[in-house]
């Protein structure tokens, strides 16, 4: 029968809350964070001890790692072989520990992300170093606990002689936690440890005199101060950390940039690897070859490059694409007071002299306590060798060791531990030499006993052995340091024209969305007019340009695409090219309506846009900068009121150009001139302002931008063929928002409406496509002017060749017979 009294009720929610924190409070406090005590994780601790007890220590032979993997798993932690042994191999990397506290032959990794060979091939032992760790353990300095199956004792903490958690750093993540402490230089550390014991209120900034900054086995530049300063305040903080890199000159103008040091934890393979695709995929024009030419001497990337490149612009754009500089997040956590916590350089430093002092307190203490009894041993012998004679006798009278010991103890008031030295003394010993070597040795317990018990008592004797043995260890292992720290963290300004080779090509936007760019020799070797548009297709935008120039797309929509020459496809020109869609969302009924090419994106000049519902606004070119997601979302140019509304055009006002007029006109007839001043520079969400007042059902036919004094005349095409020409005098100069005034004669059955307008000068050509692809000249000198109420000449003969789709300015040249 189950007893009822025994069983609990509990939710599933707090039956998991429970074993969920117990687990956690586990793999934080035995697994992945290190003691700021030691600097250890239990797993790094159980080896280092292990590897101590089976004396597998730097002065003796090397042992098979298997060995150690196998005394560590049986003996003090119970997990899998392979994280014992990966801990055993990362304790031995001479790259990522700055002190490596195992020595090991054979494969032991490499910085290219090499495994290392299976325990069964290779040999560890204790280093040099890692016997400071374990210095005086036999001395009871630190507190020991039962292992796992009760057997065995294990430390919960080395006695570190010297501040491994800074020196050797640490990487770890457990649940809700994560630590990231980079790697110092112990002669730097050890020298602010000492200034510490110097100057108990030592300020960060007097440690840091001492402290330079980290100093990663592998080197690199390491930059920022700032945020130096604020991970050593707070325990977080991020720096930059570059690779050391020179720039030399080949023959035949050729320089090649040599890497002798890579940022700590970077996989030298992988980066070699990232900056040969860059070359392939053309990324960066001017790499050559890349090569990795390190080998025993030391690390050595090579890249070389094409002539006449810009070498440092290169070097800039790897730093910034590339691992040849990546960003440092310090996140000092570590187990401190049996919990986790985050911890600037000052409290660590001060948790490490707090365990030294007892560590010492204890070994002290120790000695003294074996000191004191040798020495009460000493007595005993001295004063069985005063009475020898009658302690012979006592003992011949004795019936066994036993109780010879009794009777010395009764008899001369030995103690028991005396008679036990005395019943085992060896006769050669009953000497007048051995009373002179116990009398010397006496004077020397007394010594060390008062020597002991000096530094029991006074906390400043106690410092000054902490100080004499970390000054021991520094003279014995302080190295130079590989890290150079630079205060600022240098802008990475990448050039274009590193990137990008300068060339010429032609380039070419249609109406329906198609773009490519093409090399001036394929333009040149096609005939003329074969672009590769489909008939009801045309050019928005063809014209020369160069690869570093940059493209701006509006469309009807209101959306702005924006791309660098250079990105475009590299198409043939008789080839239809590239789809907006294929780049960006362009829906299925949207257009082109303008494009322009600029050398740079530092204009000074703005954007005019107006849409059919009568609206229209100025925006800043500094206000449509291409963004992060350029290449994914476009742009908004123009906030747009209705479903069915559309940007008519796009006109482009340089900076320093004169006072611009606008001339707008409705599909019934009515224009509007004004000041573009009027027009106020909004930002690039905004709907802008009112155009023209509209009537219900009317919109804005086009628009147009006067932008010189050379026009004399606006063109207007009507939708049934008709073409008039008329002085820009006829409309005077008005206020926006208005009607306008009526420019065409109202007719009561089939009335025109306008179609296109475009601003004259007396000699202007223009030409008018229809549905049916009829191409129409308009040579303008033939038209005299007329007036307002003029409904102008048919020029094209919309029922027989279809309804009118665009009109446009042509060269003279350019006009057929």
Not at 342 to 367: C, D, I, S, W
Not at 498 to 522: A, I, P, Q
């Amino acid at each position: 029968m189950v007893d009822k009294s025994r069983v609990k009720e509990l939710t599933l929610e707090a039956i998991m809350g429970d074993r969920f924190g117990r687990y956690s409070k586990y793999i934080i406090q035995e697994r992945a964070l290190p003691d700021v005590r030691d600097g250890l994780k239990p797993v790094q601790r159980r080896i280092l001890y292990a590897m101590y007890l089976d004396h597998n220590t730097h002065d003796k032979a090397f042992k098979k790692s298997a060995k150690s993997v196998g005394n560590v798993m049986g003996n003090f932690h119970p997990h899998g072989d392979s994280s014992i042994y990966e801990a055993l191999v990362r304790l031995s990397q001479d790259w990522k520990v700055r002190a490596p506290l195992i020595e090991m032959h054979g494969n032991n990794g490499s910085m290219d992300g090499d495994p290392p060979a299976a325990m069964r091939y290779t040999e560890a032992r204790l280093s040099s170093i890692s016997q400071t760790l374990l210095q005086d353990i036999d001395k009871d300095t630190v507190p020991m606990v039962l292992n796992f199956d009760d057997t065995k004792e294990e430390p919960t903490v080395l006695p570190a002689r010297f501040p491994n958690l800074l020196v050797n750093g640490a990487t770890g993540i457990s649940a809700g936690y994560a630590t990231s402490i980079p790697p110092h230089n112990l002669g730097e550390v050890i020298a602010a440890t000492i200034a510490l014991i110097d100057n108990p209120d030592l300020t960060l900034d007097q440690a840091l005199e001492y402290i330079k900054g980290p100093d990663f086995p592998t080197g690199g530049i390491l930059q920022g101060q700032v945020g130096l300063k604020k991970a050593y305040t707070t325990g977080r903080g991020k720096v930059v950390l570059r690779s050391k890199t020179k720039i030399e000159t080949l023959r035949g103008h050729r320089q090649q940039i040599v890497v002798t040091e890579i940022p700590y934890e970077v996989n030298k393979a992988q980066l070699v690897k990232k900056i040969d695709e860059l070359r392939v995929l053309k990324k960066v024009d001017g790499l050559a070859e890349v090569r990795d030419e390190s080998d025993r001497h030391g690390l050595s990337i090579v890249i070389e490059l094409k002539r006449d490149v810009d070498a440092t612009g290169i070097l800039n754009y790897l730093f910034k694409n590339t691992d040849l500089q990546v960003t440092y997040n310090f996140n000092m956590v570590a187990i401190a007071q049996m919990r986790p916590q985050q911890l600037g350089l000052l409290p660590m430093l001060q948790a490490y002299l707090k365990h030294q002092q007892e560590v010492v307190l204890r070994r002290t203490q120790f000695n003294l306590d074996k000191a004191q009894k040798r020495l009460h041993i000493v007595a005993g012998l001295m004063k069985a060798l005063s009475i020898l004679d009658q302690v012979i006798q006592t003992i011949r009278a004795s019936h066994n060791k036993a109780n010879a010991k009794e009777n010395l103890v009764q008899q001369y008031d030995f103690s028991p531990e005396q008679a036990e030295a005395i019943v085992s003394l060896q006769l050669y010993r009953l000497t007048n030499t051995d009373i002179q070597q116990l009398q010397a040795e006496k004077a020397e317990l007394e010594a060390k006993i008062a020597g002991y018990q000096a530094i029991i008592d006074d906390p400043q004797t106690l410092m000054q052995v902490i100080k004499d043995e970390l000054q021991a260890i520094r003279d014995q292992f302080q190295s130079p340091r590989r890290t150079r720290i630079e205060a600022q963290v240098q802008e990475l300004k990448v050039d274009r024209r590193v990137l990008v080779t300068e060339e010429k090509v032609h380039l070419l936007v249609s109406h329906e969305g198609y773009l490519k760019r093409s090399s001036l020799r394929s333009y040149q070797a096609s005939t003329a007019g074969a672009n590769g548009l489909r008939d009801q297709d045309w050019p928005v935008l063809d014209l020369e340009a160069t690869t570093l120039e940059h493209l701006y797309i509006f469309t009807n929509r209101g959306n702005l695409i924006y791309r660098s020459v250079h990105e475009l496809d590299d198409a043939r020109w008789k080839d239809k090219g590239q789809h907006l869609s294929q780049l960006i969302d362009f829906a299925t009924d949207e257009q082109v309506v303008a494009a322009f090419v600029f050398p740079d994106l530092k204009e000074k000049g703005s954007f005019v846009l107006a849409s059919n519902d009568g609206y229209i606004k100025q925006v800043a070119f500094s206000n449509l900068l291409p963004g992060r997601t350029y290449r994914s979302h476009a742009l908004k140019a123009m906030k747009l009121h209705q479903a069915d509304s559309q940007v008519l055009h796009v006109w482009y006002r340089e900076a320093q150009a004169p006072v611009h007029e606008i001339f707008g006109c409705t599909q019934n007839g009515y224009a509007l001139r004004f000041d573009l001043d009027q027009v106020p520079l909004v930002g690039a969400k905004a709907a802008g302002v009112r155009f023209m007042t509209l009537k219900a059902g009317e919109e804005i036919a086009d628009y147009a931008l006067l932008q010189d004094s050379r026009p004399l005349y606006l063109g207007l095409i009507t939708q049934r063929g008709a073409f008039k020409k008329m002085k820009l005098a006829e409309l005077p100069l008005g206020s926006r928002a208005r009607r306008g005034l009526l420019v065409l004669r109202e007719l009561k059955t089939k009335p025109h409406r306008i179609k296109f307008i475009h601003l004259l000068a007396k000699d202007d050509i223009l030409k008018v496509t229809t549905k049916q692809n009829k191409l129409v000249s308009i040579v303008t000198v033939d038209f005299a002017p007329v007036d307002r109420y003029s409904n102008g000449s048919f020029v094209v003969d919309v029922n027989q060749d279809g309804p009118i789709e665009r009109l446009f300015p042509v060269e003279p040249t350019q006009v057929e017979d």
